[in-house]
């Protein structure tokens, strides 16, 4: 049998019991190893080659029809429209377009759903309307 002093002195001299794992070494190496790992990175762009229109207004010949989108109704050019009346809207834009591709604004509301802005790309899709932007806002 060991002693309780024998065990207190064993405990004062800092010599490891049985069973225990030094910890001081192991958060070091984890270190080294996050510092090697940071700096050795190489970051990616993700978003470089995405090919991105943006609608000017003072361009001569370009025409920008604005469509914002709500939960119970949408407008187009200042104009508030249902949903039949966007579809007859967005049918006299595609019937009036001539050499010139007219871009579609939608500028959808953060509070409306998703699936009325997916009405809108469908009447748009349905239409043969390619020139589309999409914006959030007020």
Known sequence: MVSMARLFRRAQTGVQQEGEVPMTPMIDVV????????????????????????????????????????DAFFVVNERRVDRAGLRSALERIANARGALDPTLILIADPESRHERLVEVLDACSEFDLRNLSLMTGT
């Open 31 to 70: 270190f080294l190893l996050l510092i090697y790992f940071v700096m050795t990175l190489d970051p990616q762009p993700v978003f470089t080659h995405l090919p991105i229109l943006a609608p000017s207004s003072g361009s001569p010949g370009i025409i920008n029809i604005r469509v914002h989108v709500y």
